[in-house]
């Protein structure tokens, strides 16, 4: 078999046609939807909670350097996802723009990995916005029956989580109905997700005591630096907007824009909150489930408290909304390559919207969601995501020399440097993930390769165009 039938890259200008066939998706999505579906896969648990705990056990006040350095690194991968998205405006991210330079079998790996790292962000998250809901009910003096409480395990009488299971499938529905009712509601979520953390910065600047910034930095600019390569994963997200190209009305102009947008948006928010949660009370006091709760009781401003409970449960959906319309997509795409069965990239016929992945992903996130602890489903989440961007940052480097020609709607600033700055940074964290994450990785992509060469290698679009008597028999 030569390198060019392994490698089998699709070519650019096919997928450009793609994106301009009429009949697939609503293109309904404005600058504004994107860049908050780009928000909505950000900014969630780690605003709320991994600002304090970061503070309070490596990087001090510091933290807002540490999301410094993250966003620096994060938005060197940005910077690559904005020029294929202006460039291959497809649904498919990372996917679609591999499958573009570096060929089928790569494609098929990120592809792979994204539908298992997106899935299990569901899954994640909605166990994490379980919890939120379960707590601020409590308060309210709602208690749900031991038994629905959690996972087994996770505690006394607990055999599911039913808060969890309900949240994947109602996202699920959501989605499927229409993309811009989803878009909407993830929007308004967006804004009082936003509202509640400029509500925590207006509302803590009176009371910030300089002394809690002393010292700055009390682990040394090591633990700056390990702090980064935490909170570099409440830092992402931005990719699962480009997943949405073909439901965008002007994407090679939009898409760019919401990445850039999204991830600058985010990183201000994060920055300005870093420096007055830890202004507020010493960072030691943070490492705990909900440091922004525990600043302002201790400020003795509790009713801050609340409003920021209930904004978290409700803006943390919109994480849920995003990676799960970026799950359904990618498995879309995947399928209309042929890689996967045709009969998930079919669009309903009145919502137009890829039904079929979306509803079998919100039940298969259900399951994991109601069933696993959230320790054991969030050790396999940050792979795929760090992989994808090492392959995009690459292919970058890869396509300005292949196709110096194709037509770019916008252009990542000092390549190679840039993108060298995007891979650096990212095999670096992968190094840093526990050898359980990879071992269970691995048996995922055995599976995986197993299926390309079985089924995907024989069945692709690409496969048939080589040998049109495959075509034909297939059609028989």
Known sequence: MSLKALLRI???????????????????????????????????????????????????????LSFAIAGIASAAAALCY???????????????????????????????????EYSLVVAVVSIGWSGYLQALLGQLGIVFPAWAMGAAGTGEGHVMDMAAMAGSLVVALLLTLRIEWGARINTTMVVIKIAAVILVIAAGLPHIDPANWQPFMPHGLSGVVEGAAV????????????TAAEEARDPQRQLPRAVLLSLAISLTLYIAMSLVLTGLVPSATL???????????????????????????????????????????IWFSMSRDGLLPAWFAKVHPRFRTPHRPTLIAGALTALVAGFFPIKEVAELVNIG?????????AAIIVLRRTRPDARRSFRTPLVPYVPIVGIGFSMWLLSKLPLVAWERFAVWMV??????????????????????AGKKRGAA
Request: contains cysteine; hydrophobic residues 55%; charged residues 10%.
């Open 10 to 64: 699709k070519p650019v200008e096919l997928l450009q046609a793609e994106a301009d066939r009429p009949g697939r998706f609503r293109r309904v999505l404005g600058l504004w939807q994107l860049t908050g579906i780009g928000l909505g896969g950000i900014i969630g648990v780690g605003i709320f909670v991994l600002t304090g705990v970061v503070a309070a056990t490596q990087a001090g006040p510091a933290v807002s």
């Open 82 to 116: 904005a020029e294929f998205a202006g460039m291959i405006p497809v649904a498919g991210s990372a996917y679609t723009y591999s499958y573009a330079v570096l060929g089928e079998l790569v494609a098929w790996v990120i592809g792979w990995d994204l539908l298992l």
């Open 231 to 242: 909170v570099f994963f409440a830092v992402f997200g931005y990719d699962t907007l480009t």
């Open 287 to 329: 490492n705990n489930p909900a440091p922004v709760a525990s600043a302002f009781t201790a400020i003795g401003l509790p009713w801050v408290t609340l409003v920021v409970s209930a904004a978290a449960v409700t803006g943390i959906v919109s994480v849920m909304l995003a990676f799960m319309l970026a799950c359904a997509r």
């Open 385 to 393: 995501t760090l992989s994808a961007f090492v392959v995009i940052c």
């Open 447 to 468: 599976l995986g390769l197993a299926l390309y060469f079985l089924y995907g290698r024989r069945h692709s679009l690409l496969a048939k165009q080589e040998h049109p």
